[in-house]
């Protein structure tokens, strides 16, 4: 949660500041490359360790499949027979990568027709969740998210300092 204590002497610069606040926080592209970067690392690590990176390995492959895998597709990791899912979800240039950048809205993933059936599992194949955050990661985008808001009210006249009270550091009006 970020909070903003404000030591205002009129309610006119209250409100300017707030509105100026409000305007900057509609738009949150300067953060979306770097989250879209880590994104990606995040993904190469979820397939690097087969699902361990955020959450329980995937399901082994059948013994049936697995071999008919082995015979066709030579040493090619799980969830990699071809390589596009992992490209697609690794690579923002790759052309099954989805990429959405809006003022809020930022929707990555893969134009991979068969990934919702990996993520969502079928009746004859277990889910094995290629799209998984991380909890670093999660933690990552709130840092980046908290950061351009501060930034975004420091832009708007808040400066950083003691409360009135003397309290713990937070945001007050310039």
Do not use: C
């Amino acid at each position: 949660m970020l909070r903003f204590h404000m030591n205002v002497g009129g309610k006119t610069r209250m409100d300017r500041g707030i509105a100026r606040i409000a305007e900057g926080i509609a738009d949150y592209r300067p953060v979306w490359a770097a989250i879209e970067d880590e994104f990606h690392a995040q993904m190469a690590n979820q397939f690097r360790t087969k699902g361990e990176e955020a959450g329980a390995p995937w399901a082994p492959l059948s013994h049936a499949y697995a071999g008919w895998k082995e015979a066709h597709y030579p040493g090619r990791p799980i969830l990699q027979r071809t390589g596009d899912l992992y490209r697609s979800l690794t690579d923002s240039h790759d052309p099954n990568a989805v990429r959405v950048a809006k003022g809020k809205l930022l929707k990555l993933g893969s134009r991979i027709a068969y990934a919702t059936y990996h993520q969502q599992g079928t009746r004859r194949m277990p889910a094995r969740k290629e799209i998984q955050l991380s909890e670093t990661f999660k933690q990552s985008v709130a840092h980046r998210l908290r950061a351009h808001l501060i930034q975004i009210a420091g832009q708007s006249g808040f400066r950083r300092g003691r409360s009135a009270a003397g309290g713990s550091k937070g945001l007050g009006v310039a």
